[in-house]
T-cell receptor, first 114, second 116 residues
Framework: DQQVKQNSPSLSVQEGRISILNCDYTNSMFDYFLWYKKYPAEGPTFLISISSIKDKNEDGRFTVFLNKSAKHLSLHIVPSQPGDSAVYFCAASDSGGSNYKLTFGKGTLLTVNP | GAGVSQSPRYKVAKRGQDVALRCDPISGHVSLFWYQQALGQGPEFLTYFQNEAQLDKSGLPSDRFFAERPEGSVSTLKIQRTQQEDSAVYLC??????????????FGPGTRLTVL
């Protein structure tokens, strides 16, 4: 049973436009959410996070939105750049479980075309 | 400062061999995690250390997998009698952690294990 789902395996966007990556979760105990970016042959790189007490967090071109009632979060990248092309993973943790382990989705491959 | 490092980056083993994978976390990071990433999947949790204490090993797939962190810094993941299904990228991550709600885990580059 997948607790974190990224239903779009891939997304293609034109340079300069907005990229929107989506993530759904099923475990209502999750209270901290992160997005990681991964290039081939490298480990995941932390991008941005959001706590369940917020509904939006912004960092430069990256904004994460959290809709707790829908158990849905999204990552917006504006404007998209070719260097953003990578696999993006959504991850969640239950801090009440006191070990902070992350549960990941399967990832979405973003391609930004020049 | 240096990030999380892992060695070797690539390991090829014959079925039945034992392997040892090393992780050097970010200096000062208390928490250390191991994840397994199969092809086309997201990372899956294996085990968690807080300093030298292994507090959660619920993700280890079998008793052939063993992890240790004897001095609370470097960690080793050992796989005995490797099987083909063990082929994956093994990722190590570390975090401070902060108290309260959640931590950012910082990942190493991973070790790609191929079992023939």
């Amino acid at each position: 049973d997948q607790q974190v789902k990224q239903n779009s395996p891939s997304l293609s966007v034109q340079e300069g436009r907005i990229s929107i990556l989506n993530c759904d979760y099923t475990n209502s105990m999750f209270d901290y959410f992160l997005w990681y970016k991964k290039y081939p042959a490298e480990g995941p790189t932390f991008l941005i996070s959001i706590s369940s007490i917020k509904d939006k967090n912004e960092d430069g071109r990256f904004t994460v939105f959290l809709n707790k009632s829908a158990k849905h979060l999204s990552l917006h990248i504006v404007p998209s750049q070719p260097g953003d092309s990578a696999v993006y993973f959504c991850a969640a943790s239950d801090s009440g479980g006191s070990n902070y382990k992350l549960t990941f989705g399967k990832g979405t491959l973003l391609t930004v075309n020049p | 400062g240096a990030g999380v490092s892992q060695s070797p980056r690539y390991k090829v083993a014959k079925r039945g061999q034992d392997v040892a994978l090393r992780c050097d976390p970010i200096s000062g990071h208390v928490s250390l995690f191991w994840y397994q990433q199969a092809l086309g999947q997201g990372p899956e949790f294996l085990t968690y250390f807080q300093n030298e204490a292994q507090l959660d090993k619920s993700g280890l797939p079998s008793d052939r997998f063993f992890a240790e962190r004897p001095e609370g810094s470097v960690s080793t993941l050992k796989i005995q009698r490797t099987q083909q299904e063990d082929s994956a990228v093994y990722l190590c991550a570390s975090s401070l952690p902060t108290s309260g709600r959640g931590d950012t885990q910082y990942f190493g580059p991973g070790t790609r294990l191929t079992v023939l």
